[in-house]
């Protein structure tokens, strides 16, 4: 993806909810994206999707899935592409799961759409995606409507529908905010596993830096419409480099215990009306005159690590 823009117009003006991103993701990799609510993290995995709703849409940038230009295709094509090779696990599978439409053929339809499945040979895919996820007695559940199963379960449907037509890149947008510690363990591991059985890229948006530690190769952070850092996880984790970073790092409760759990002061800008300058400035404890002036560009600290600051080697020192 390069430079990806979103914007959405309103009656307040023009809202750049994603400024500009960029990132990749190769067959098998597992990318994390991370940043605090209404840095654009969702509604980037929305513009690749190619799903924004009004009064937003895709101003700029370029998606290349395989080798093409997904942005410059026409929606007939777009349609083929969803589901079949780029998929989508939302976060509350209550509302993105029809109540009124049984598991089995939820499941199913973007089977038939895709891959042209019907009757028996429909009914087998369906089952067997059912228990990839594990679904308990597949064959008896798929009858069952949203409202019989519990909210793992359900989250473990939403994800069979986005594997069933095994995409190339999966898209998990949150999918365990719901979900209790022990079935959010278990669903982690859940798509861990399949991705070693199907090669599938993972997209992983949330905002539990311990999900990125677990789950992640490389880490993207998200700062009000734009990446701020971006490197493999054990560098970032361990070799932070831009002060929004640091400062969320500092947020994680540790296990031996602190008597004040640091905080971020302040609030992300308004996207309507963002500074032409670095937009952490004026949160960050060691703004300099130069961060209020123009926005810095993503520097190398090291091989496969960038950060957007213009003092990442003091902070590195500071920290």
């Known amino acids: 993806m390069e430079d990806l823009r979103v914007y959405f117009f309103t009656s307040r003006g023009i809202s750049r909810a994603v400024d500009g991103v960029s990132f990749h993701?190769?067959?098998?990799?597992?990318?994390?994206?991370?940043?605090?609510?209404?840095?654009g993290k969702s509604v980037t995995a929305l513009g690749i999707l190619r799903l924004v709703p009004a009064p937003g849409r895709v101003v700029g940038g370029r998606v290349f899935l395989e080798?093409?230009?997904?942005?410059?295709?026409?929606?007939?094509?777009?349609?083929?592409?969803?589901?079949?090779?780029?998929?989508?696990?939302?976060q509350d599978p209550m509302t993105s799961l029809n109540p009124v439409f049984s598991i089995g053929s939820q499941v199913g339809e973007s089977i038939t759409i895709h891959q042209g499945l019907k009757g028996r040979t429909l009914l087998k895919r369906v089952i067997e995606m059912l228990k990839l996820v594990r679904i308990p007695a597949a064959e008896s559940r798929i009858?069952?409507?949203?409202?019989?199963?519990?909210?793992?379960m359900r989250q473990r449907v939403a994800g069979a529908i986005g594997i069933s037509c095994e995409p190339r890149v999966l898209i998990c947008d949150e999918p365990t905010t719901a979900l209790d510690v022990t079935i959010q363990a278990q669903y982690l591991e859940l798509l861990k596993e399949v991705q070693e059985r199907t090669g599938v890229a993972l997209i992983f948006i949330t905002h539990d830096m311990g999900i990125i530690a677990r789950m992640c190769d490389r880490v993207v952070v998200m700062y009000a419409g734009r990446v701020v850092e971006t490197g493999s996880v054990r560098d970032v984790f361990l070799d932070a480099n831009q002060p929004y970073t640091i400062s969320l790092l500092k947020c994680l409760p540790r296990l031996e215990g602190v008597a004040h759990l640091e905080s971020i002061e302040g609030q992300p800008p308004d996207p309507h009306t963002?500074?032409?300058?670095?937009?952490?400035?004026?949160?960050?404890?060691?703004?300099q005159p130069v961060c209020n002036e123009v926005y810095p560009e993503m520097v190398k600290v090291k091989e496969g690590h960038m950060a957007a600051c213009y003092f990442p080697g003091d902070w590195h020192r500071d920290k």
């Open 25 to 39: 993701v190769g067959e098998g990799e597992t990318l994390g994206v991370v940043g605090e609510s209404g840095c």
């Open 67 to 90: 080798g093409e230009d997904i942005t410059k295709v026409s929606e007939a094509h777009i349609r083929h592409i969803r589901g079949a090779k780029i998929s989508m696990i939302l």
């Open 143 to 152: 009858t069952d409507y949203p409202h019989q199963m519990s909210g793992g």
């Open 274 to 287: 963002f500074p032409p300058a670095c937009r952490f400035a004026p949160r960050c404890p060691k703004v």
